[in-house]
């Protein structure tokens, strides 16, 4: 199917299909005239591709994870999948840490307002 019936179908825009096979993410086939030509795998990968952008993953290490180009071989075996998952676990940190610091400022938002309102401030 051409790039605009994969964005219907995938509920992702053109200009991500774009994206993903600029990044190296997806690689759609090509008609005779050139045109893209999306297959369903590259639909599935697509939407394992955004679940994996919509849980944070940067796209250098979905493209690390991703088996290249429909060949069904991970990108280096047991050590890229140690190494991914050590980047998970890293990136993972980095979000509870971020929390921690917006939950503080939140908190001290609330602590400001319930001051600003019990004094009418």
């Not at 297959?39 to 979905?62: A, F, H, K, M, N």
């Not at 050590?79 to 939950?103: G, K, N, P, T, W």
């Amino acid at each position: 199917m051409r790039i605009g019936e994969a964005a219907r179908a995938s509920a992702v825009s053109a200009r991500s299909l774009r994206h993903y096979e600029d990044e190296g993410l997806i690689v759609p086939g090509r008609c005779g005239n050139g045109f893209r030509d999306y297959c369903p795998s590259t639909l599935d990968r697509v939407l394992v591709i955004r679940s994996l952008l919509e849980s944070g993953l940067p796209v250098r290490l979905i493209r690390q994870v991703l088996p290249r180009g429909g060949d069904g071989a991970g990108a280096g075996g047991d050590a890229v999948c140690a190494d991914f998952l050590h980047e998970v676990q890293s990136h993972r940190d980095r979000l509870d840490a971020r929390i921690a610091v917006l939950s503080g400022q939140r908190a001290a938002l609330d602590a400001y307002l319930r001051e600003a309102r019990r004094t009418g401030r």
